[in-house]
């Protein structure tokens, strides 16, 4: 998921479920490779929307995993 992340930040939100995060993504996907291909420039925008797909995915999983403590501390079965 890491991988998707980098190379398809849009896509990654989107298979999690973020529809908003995906759309606002994707857009900036295609400004970041309409500035790369006119202007040679873009590579920092998409170095941002990987670093925030990233985030964003490390974030869903720490808070899966805190989720999963807190069910076995109150002694209901963790998944």
């Known amino acids: 998921m890491i ?3 980098i190379l398809f930040p849009g896509l990654s939100f989107l298979l ?11 857009i900036l996907q295609i400004i970041a490779v309409f500035f790369f291909l006119v202007f040679g420039i873009g ?31 109150r002694g209901e079965k963790a998944k």
Do not use: D, P, T
């Open 3 to 5: 991988l998707i992340a």
């Open 16 to 26: 999690r479920g973020k529809i908003i995060s995906a759309v606002i993504a994707m």
């Open 43 to 73: 590579a920092l925008l998409w170095v941002i929307l990987a670093i925030w797909a990233i985030a964003s995915y490390n974030e869903a999983k720490k808070e899966k995993r805190h989720k999963q403590v807190l069910k076995v501390l």
